[in-house]
């Protein structure tokens, strides 16, 4: 099993940064592929970045392109998501998301979840 715990969340004008971290336990952190999803009221949960576990490869989703950044620390147990330039079209309750085995874009194949962060920006 692998427990998943998210924060750095919170409320923050349109312009400014945040960054969550999701803390992992259970499992070595280094085998996982790990991501974050994001979900606003009434939409579905969409892929935000992810990275892989084997050679940190790193994609993130058109729309945050230039402006977030996903990284992992393997000592510390840690997944990263850095936020700038941050848009109330980024509101939502974002999710860090764990799989063994998969490290593509649709929630339905990661195993993990945590219990997500809520994020709001103001206009």
């Known amino acids: 099993q692998v427990q998943l715990v998210e924060s750095g969340g919170g409320l923050v004008q349109a312009g400014g940064s945040l960054r969550l971290s999701c803390a992992a336990s259970?499992?070595?952190?280094?085998?996982?592929?790990v991501a974050w999803f994001r979900q606003a009221p009434t939409k579905e949960r969409a892929f935000v970045a992810g990275?892989?576990?084997?050679?940190?490869?790193?994609y993130h989703t058109s729309s945050v392109k230039g402006r977030f950044t996903i990284s992992r620390d393997d000592a510390m147990n840690v997944l990263y998501l850095q936020m700038n330039s941050l848009d109330p079209e980024d509101t939502a309750v974002y999710y860090c998301?764990?799989?063994?085995?998969?490290?593509?874009?649709?929630?339905?194949?990661?195993?993990?979840w945590g219990q997500g962060t809520q994020v709001t920006v103001s206009s």
């Open positions: 998301a764990a799989s063994k085995y998969y490290s593509g874009t649709y929630y339905g194949e990661y195993e993990y």
């Open positions: 259970g499992r070595t952190f280094s085998t996982l592929n």
């Open positions: 990275i892989s576990r084997i050679g940190g490869r790193t």
